[in-house]
């Protein structure tokens, strides 16, 4: 498992499978197009990126680029890394058929290849090792009300308001995302002070 310091951005949920399975970062999807219509995830991403920079692997077709595009738009050119994978022509395990322009997706693309990707792109990779902070947890987000809980969700909108975050974040996705702005000792704080 290689680590990542910048959070990832791809474009769907097998995109993310693909990739938690060889790298440990905090990885994020576009939800395809829809990030084009998504205010709350663009905000996000745009305080990511100035927070810690991020970096961009989508598909090589032309949707993958149009994607691409948006984001470099909207998002400082310095605080983008591109990770490009390339083009290699089939379908993926899970399709009928191949895509419109018959090329593999992330998804499809072998471990190698999308290692190869990111070392050609200059991103710092180390092998995991122990986190030298404490980090917030499953078990944190339980003991503060805030999952497993018959109002938990209605804290994680609250918690999630109060750090300016996505209220639609999955509870996976609130963990990681929580330890990428927040120490934990920050976190504790922001429950007192939100009365959580």
Known sequence: MIKIDKPVIVEGKYDIIKLSRI??????KTDGFGIFKDKEKQALLRRLADEKGIIVLTD???????????LKSSIAEDKITHVYIPDIYGKEKRKTQAGKEGKLGVEGISEEILLEAF?????????????????????????????????????????????????????????????TFVTYEEFTEKLKEINL
Do not use: H, W
Not at 23 to 28: K, S
Not at 60 to 70: N, T
């Open 23 to 28: 790298v440990d970062a905090l990885i994020i």
């Open 60 to 70: 090589s077709d032309s949707a993958g680029f149009l994607i691409r595009k948006f």
């Open 119 to 179: 070392r050609r792109a200059g991103v710092i990779c180390s092998e995991s090792d122990s986190q030298e902070r404490r980090l917030i947890t499953n078990i944190d987000l339980y003991e503060a009300g805030l999952m497993g809980k018959q109002d938990s969700k209605e804290k994680r909108i609250k918690l999630m308001r109060a750090l300016a975050l996505p209220e639609r974040l999955s509870t996976s996705s609130l963990i990681k995302i929580l330890n």
